[in-house]
T-cell receptor, first 113, second 114 residues
Framework: ETGVTQSPTHLIKTRGQQVTLRCSSQ?????VSWYQQALGQGPQFIFQ???????GRGNFPPRFSGLQFPNYSSELNVNALELDDSALYLC????????????FGPGTRLTVL | AQSVTQLGSHVSVSEGALVLLRCNYS??????LFWYVQYPNQGLQLLLK??????LVKGINGFEAEFKKSETSFHLTKPSAHMSDAAEYFC????????????FGKGTRLHILP
């Protein structure tokens, strides 16, 4: 148990819809990162939030957006879903810097039909 | 740009045998290196990390890894495999800045043969 939870566990959407995924970080962790893990691949960095501000972004289009809240929770929003968005979405929380241990949640499995 | 290459998408070893999972990295700055394990339907768990201290890093569950700058490698080893080690293993690299992302390899699935 890492203390990081994600909801929902599984989600099925159709192409063109919008989705919101949620993450509850470990208490005191001021940084959260989101990753997309396609089947058979390693996690790909989407973006990072530090103290409620976006603080780094990977090679993902603007339809991927996020929010971080003062209560250590965060959201990943994806608009205009595409079939290739089907993946496991992981959030990871940590304190300050990437060389400190990142604690990963169990992920949300998103299927886009 | 940083990158990680994991050699072998699948590795099979017998229970009690040596585990060796290979990872090579590319980085323009001194890297921070990580090994993560992922069990089915779970998130990633940190096994060990290298952050420019000792080159031989010991982690959880009997795993260790050695940072070799001349070979740009960070291979993961365990002297004696256990059935519970069957999982997906990811090597990852970062330059350690707060706003820097962690780059993951594609993963190696470890199979343990009875």
């Amino acid at each position: 148990e890492t203390g990081v939870t994600q909801s929902p566990t599984h989600l099925i959407k159709t192409r063109g819809q919008q989705v919101t995924l949620r993450c509850s970080s470990q208490s005191g962790h001021n940084t959260v990162s989101w990753y997309q893990q396609a089947l058979g691949q390693g996690p790909q960095f989407i973006f990072q939030y530090y103290r409620e501000e976006e603080n780094g972004r990977g090679n993902f289009p603007p339809r991927f957006s996020g929010l971080q809240f003062p209560n250590y929770s965060s959201e990943l929003n994806v608009n205009a879903l595409e079939l290739d968005d089907s993946a496991l979405y992981l959030c990871a929380s940590y304190l300050d810097s990437s060389y400190n241990e990142q604690f990963f949640g169990p992920g949300t499995r998103l299927t886009v039909l | 740009a940083q990158s990680v290459t994991q050699l072998g998408s699948h590795v099979s070893v017998s229970e009690g045998a040596l585990v060796l999972l290979r990872c090579n990295y590319s980085s323009s700055v001194p890297p921070y290196l990580f090994w993560y394990v992922q069990y089915p339907n779970q998130g990633l768990q940190l096994l060990l990390k290298y952050t420019s201290a000792a080159t031989l890093v010991k982690g959880i569950n009997g795993f260790e890894a050695e940072f070799k700058k001349s070979e740009t490698s960070f291979h993961l080893t365990k002297p004696s495999a256990h059935m519970s080690d069957a999982a997906e293993y990811f090597c990852a690299v970062s330059d350690g800045n707060r706003d820097d992302k962690i780059i993951f390899g594609k993963g190696t699935r470890l199979h343990i043969l009875p």
